[in-house]
């Protein structure tokens, strides 16, 4: 269905040379087209992914082929085949704010079985807010694995260090608050933190 689709909406718009881009939302009645542009899928973070997926070629190598040699160019698949392997890109969401003091979930992330590559900007000191669209995300993953099952657990991993706050400790402004949350019975207990140190008058648990 997909296929066909975008086929329609790249002849509805004129565009028979060169890559493209879209975007597509699945809905109940079927696929719709949210954006298309002609150009390869911005940066290079996917290109590792897109050659596992595929078994060796990518958006860079068709259209270089499509232009100087066209004999493999014509050997591409008509359509995507089966995937070769199983892969994710992961946008990285915060459920919390403040300043990073440690980045503990990057290390956990890096050591996962599907991991390849982690893009981030925040480090130790940078200021950390809530998530709440694609320019707010606190990094991206690319994870690959020849087992399905392995790559969920590995996704799962990464929304449950999530949701759990996992990602990144935080500096606390006041001392004496700082010493009481590490001593909680609660903290002891597992509950976890779900207000950002940058309010410390109204920290939570559960």
């Not at 590559?117 to 020849?146: A, C, H, P, Q």
Request: contains cysteine; charged residues 25%.
């Amino acid at each position: 269905m997909l296929v066909p689709y975008m086929r329609w909406s790249l002849d509805a718009l004129g565009i028979k040379n060169g890559p493209s881009h879209a975007e597509v939302i699945m809905t109940p009645d079927g696929p719709v087209l949210a954006g298309l542009d002609v150009r390869c899928h911005e940066d290079d973070a996917w290109i590792p992914l897109a050659r596992a997926l595929t078994g060796g070629y990518t958006q860079v190598e068709a259209t270089v082929d499509a232009f100087l040699d066209q004999k493999p160019f014509y050997n591409l698949p008509d359509a995507m085949p089966k995937f070769k392997s199983f892969g994710q890109q992961v946008f990285l969401v915060s459920y919390s704010r403040g300043t990073v003091a440690s980045t503990p979930g990057y290390d956990t992330i890096r050591s996962l079985p599907s991991f390849i590559y982690l893009e981030t900007g925040v480090k130790v000191g940078s200021e950390v807010d809530y998530t709440t669209d694609l320019f707010s995300n606190v990094g991206r993953v690319i994870l690959i694995n020849s087992d399905e099952e392995i790559l969920k657990k590995d996704v799962e991993s990464i929304r449950r260090m999530e949701e759990n706050n996992e990602l990144f400790e935080y500096k606390v402004k006041d001392a004496f608050l700082a010493s009481t949350i590490h001593n909680s019975p609660r903290r002891a207990a597992g509950h976890r933190r779900i207000i950002s140190s940058d309010r410390p008058d109204i920290m939570l648990y559960w």
